[in-house]
């Protein structure tokens, strides 16, 4: 167990610029979610997958934001055409989503992109 | 609309004394709950959660919360605190169940002095 592994950890970026942010989840976990955490907030929630459906996205995910996760594993993040808002925190988790005994229903975070707009 | 209260923003408590966290929440059932804990710059780590049945949970670190449906409450709580516990706690549920999106709250920063 590896852990969520998000890249990169800081990405810092002109304003109108597009960015890509990468989400590697644990192994087995099905479930991924994104959220976004800025300065003196709790964590928001964006968007979230089961295996490759994005199940759910936020009123918060504007038409700039799109998400995938082509194969069911990894997700990527992309922002078009940055704003000086869309400065922040973002945040991956997985889960395992199963009725049986590997079922835990516990989300696990990786340490986050924090993502700067000039 | 479902959400999360955390009315304390910063909490100062001495290295030994005890400590608790408040959270509330609004929601008709009884929600999935969670706390979780953030050092600076990094990402979340589950403390404790609570699905059903005993009200008192253990977590990780020497935390306990307690669940009180009548007062929608899920208070975290620790006898002794030490320094390596300075960091920014927050409480969230999620409705339908674990795996559904997280609602957090604002998150309660914990310094703690000498």
């Known amino acids: 167990d590896t852990g969520v592994s998000q890249n990169p950890r800081h990405k810092i970026t002109k304003r109108g610029q597009n960015v890509t942010f990468r989400c590697d989840p644990i192994?087995?976990?099905?479930?991924l979610y994104w959220y976004r955490q800025t300065l003196g907030q709790g964590p928001e929630f964006l968007t979230y997958?089961?295996?490759?459906?994005?199940?759910?996205k936020s009123r918060l995910l504007s038409d700039r934001f799109s998400a995938e996760r082509p194969k069911g594993s990894f997700s990527t993040l992309e922002i078009q055409r940055t704003e000086q808002g869309d400065s922040a925190m973002y945040l991956c988790?997985?889960?395992?989503?199963?009725?049986?005994?590997?079922?835990?229903?516990?989300?696990?975070f990786g340490a986050g992109t924090r993502l700067s707009v000039l | 609309a479902q959400s999360v209260t955390q009315p304390d923003i910063h909490i100062t408590v001495s290295e030994g004394a005890s400590l608790e966290l408040r959270c509330n929440y609004s929601?008709?059932?009884?929600?999935?709950l969670f706390w979780y804990v953030q050092s600076p710059g990094q990402g979340l780590q589950l403390l404790l959660k609570?699905?059903?049945?005993?009200?008192l949970v253990q977590g990780i670190k020497g935390f306990e919360a307690e669940f009180k449906r009548s007062q929608s409450s899920f208070n975290l709580r620790k006898p002794s605190v030490h320094w390596s516990d300075a960091a920014e706690y927050f409480c969230?549920?999620?409705?339908?169940?674990?795996?559904?999106?997280?609602?957090f709250g604002k998150g309660t920063r914990l310094s703690v002095i000498a």
């Open positions: 988790a997985s889960s395992f989503r199963d009725r049986g005994p590997k079922a835990k229903n516990i989300q696990y």
């Open positions: 192994s087995e976990h099905n479930r």
């Open positions: 997958f089961q295996n490759e459906a994005q199940l759910e």
């Open positions: 929601y008709g059932a009884t929600p999935y």
């Open positions: 609570y699905f059903s049945g005993d009200t």
């Open positions: 969230a549920v999620a409705f339908a169940s674990g795996n559904t999106p997280l609602v």
